[in-house]
Each structure stands twice: as structure tokens, then as C-alpha cells.
């Protein structure tokens, strides 16, 4: 602590000792010889700066001391041991900086206990297709190929989740902006999942004018909407019914649509539906929920500047929006139609 306290101060008691020599140079230029004189006002300079200095030391002490121990916890910063307004204000920093590392260190602890959470879930319900797969290829009739593809893209699917996960914690680093039409993306998923629309007896209705794009990340939208679309025909559980896919322009912003006609969200199920891990009474239903589609969904719209809605009633359907803000690409055409009919 002395070390310390010297080194501190070191600077300063070489400026006291140039200031008292050239006080003591300046008398000798001005005639002045009487070295007793001279000499006492060295010790009393001494004095007074060694006696300022020592009790400098002793309140500082306790400061020096509590700096110069090896913490036993993170909580030995929130002591409060400072008397000079110095001291009090290093406190207040060090405790601000405290509430910042509590913070850290909890989104941290909470996204690996997120991921891990969700890699065990999702290892275990990979075993149902891997299951259905080994069946089939156990079966001596003849293989059924449209089974296995059933099963492969279910794999494809939650392998798609598991990587997008993974990579929302570097979102900034994965995300492209350009202009996306939204009615050929819409077309893309329905293309890429004809298979579960075919399996579940669910049609697709688009209604997205050719025009409309968007601002936006194509491989996070497509990502976004994909899993809008298989979570409505997946939570329709009666045949002959439809998934609307529907574009429009609200109040100069482009709202992207997917409504279905399936069971609907209970009202309790609704503010939580987008949480983490959060599957609902619904969710029970079906073997295949995480309860990441939605998360992973709000999280992405919300990283890119969209707003994601969620309207929903008991066996009348759901219908999810996203709001793409600030679209000019495709609405002043839309404007200029309506202008020249």
C-alpha cells in the first residue's frame, strides 16, 4: 500500500521539491545569504509536506487496502469505503460497472441455457423421423419414396431451425439487405413445401401483387415466412381448408399476411407464443413443436426492422402480419395506378 501511495504521489513530491529550489535560487539571485534562513525553510517544507502527505496516507487507507486484496466475490466491488469525493465517485463507477457485468453475464448465461435447452429438444424429436425412416427400409415390401422424402424434409426443416438459431447471436454479420419481391418468395416456400399442403390437404392462396417488395433480408425473410406457413398448415387439422398469404398496403407501410383456417390460438396462449420454448395447449397436440418457430420468428422481424402481429381465435384460425416500415419500392406504383384509374 505505501508502494502504491508513493508511486501516486510521486509527482507530486518532486514538484514540491523543484518548487522549493527555485524559491531558494530565487532569493540567492536577489542577494539574499543567511543559510540558516535557508535552511529552515527546507525543514519546514519538509515538514508540512510530509505531514500532508501522512494524512493524505491514512485516509486513504482503507481505499488502498480494499484495491490492493484479492477479491473473494464480484460483490467485494460494492463496498463503500470511500472518503474523498474521488473515492465516492470511483464507488458509483464501480458499481454501475457492476450492474453492466450482471447484465452481460446473465444474457450470456440465458442465451448457451437457451441453446442447450433447445439442441436437447431438438435431438430428441429427431428420433421420430429417424424412427419412421428405419421402419421403412425395414418394410420388405417396396419403399415407399414418398415417406421417406415426408420424413428427409422434416429432418431438412428442423435442421433449417437448429442453424438459424445458431446464428441469431450473429445476426449483423449474416444479414444482406436488398429488395425482395414478396409474391416470388411467397411462391418459393409454397413451391418448397407442396409436400406437407398435399400430405395435410391444405391449398395455399396467394395474394400478393407482383409488385410489392420489400426491404429486407431474403434468407432470414424466407426463414420467417417459411415458418409461418408450415406452422398454419401444420395447426390445420381439417382437410379441404386454406392458408391466404396476402400483401397490402397500410398507411404508405407494405403488411405481409398468412391467415389459416385451423384451430386457432387460445387467448391465454397469445402474448406468449412468440417466448422461447413456449409451446401452449396447442403444442400439445402435435408431436413436432418446439416452441423456437415463433421465437426465432419475432426475434429476426425485430432484428430487421419489421413488427410481427399476432391476431388469433379458437377454432376460427390465426393470422400472423408482418409490417414491413418505410416501403416506398412498390406503393407509389400502386399510387400511380390508382391515380390514372
Not at 521539491?17 to 531558494?24: C, E, H, R, S, T
Not at 540558516?36 to 488502498?64: E, M, Q, W
Not at 429476426?300 to 409490417?323: N, P
Request: hydrophobic share 40%; aromatic share 8%.
Amino acid at each position: 500500500m505505501i508502494r502504491l501511495f508513493l508511486k501516486e504521489h510521486a509527482a507530486y513530491m518532486v514538484f514540491q521539491v523543484v518548487l522549493v529550489a527555485f524559491i531558494m535560487m530565487l532569493y540567492w539571485l536577489d542577494g539574499f545569504r543567511n543559510m540558516d534562513t535557508a535552511v529552515y525553510s527546507v525543514v519546514i517544507s519538509v515538514l508540512l509536506t510530509g505531514a500532508f502527505l501522512g494524512a493524505r496516507y491514512i485516509k486513504r487507507h482503507r481505499h488502498y487496502k480494499r484495491i490492493t486484496e484479492t477479491p473473494a466475490v464480484m460483490e467485494h466491488m460494492l463496498q463503500k469505503e470511500g472518503r474523498s469525493p474521488e473515492q465516492i465517485q470511483v464507488d458509483l463507477y464501480l458499481q454501475k460497472l457492476y450492474k453492466v457485468y450482471q447484465h452481460e453475464a446473465q444474457a450470456l448465461y440465458a442465451s448457451q441455457n437457451r441453446h442447450l435447452q433447445f439442441m436437447n429438444q431438438w435431438v430428441h424429436q429427431m428420433k421420430t423421423p429417424i424412427s419412421v425412416i428405419q421402419l421403412l427400409l425395414q418394410n420388405p415390401g417396396e419403399l415407399d419414396k414418398g415417406s421417406v422424402a415426408e420424413e428427409i424434409e422434416r429432418l431438412k426443416a428442423s435442421l433449417d431451425t437448429v442453424l438459424m438459431n445458431a446464428r441469431l447471436d450473429t445476426f449483423e454479420q449474416d444479414m444482406q439487405i436488398e429488395q425482395v419481391n414478396l409474391h416470388a418468395l411467397a411462391t418459393e416456400i409454397i413451391s418448397e413445401n407442396k409436400r406437407l399442403f398435399i400430405s395435410k390437404r391444405v391449398y395455399p392462396a396467394v395474394d400478393v401483387d407482383e409488385k410489392y417488395t420489400a426491404a429486407t433480408d431474403r434468407k432470414w425473410m424466407k426463414f420467417v415466412l417459411g415458418q409461418l406457413i408450415t406452422n398454419a398448415v401444420k395447426y390445420t387439422f381439417e382437410e379441404n381448408k386454406k392458408v391466404h398469404i396476402s400483401a397490402a398496403c397500410r398507411e404508405g407501410q407494405i403488411q405481409l399476411s398468412v391467415r389459416d383456417e385451423g384451430i386457432g390460438i387460445p387467448a391465454t396462449d397469445l402474448a406468449r407464443v412468440t417466448k422461447a420454448f413456449f409451446t401452449g395447449e396447442n403444442g400439445r397436440k402435435t408431436a413436432e413443436s418446439t416452441g423456437m418457430g415463433l421465437y426465432i420468428a419475432k426475434e429476426v422481424c425485430g432484428k430487421l426492422g419489421h413488427e410481427l402481429t399476432i391476431d388469433s381465435a379458437v377454432d376460427q384460425g390465426t393470422t400472423v402480419s408482418i409490417l414491413f416500415a418505410n416501403q416506398e419500392t412498390g406503393i407509389q406504383e400502386e399510387k400511380n395506378a390508382i391515380s390514372e384509374n
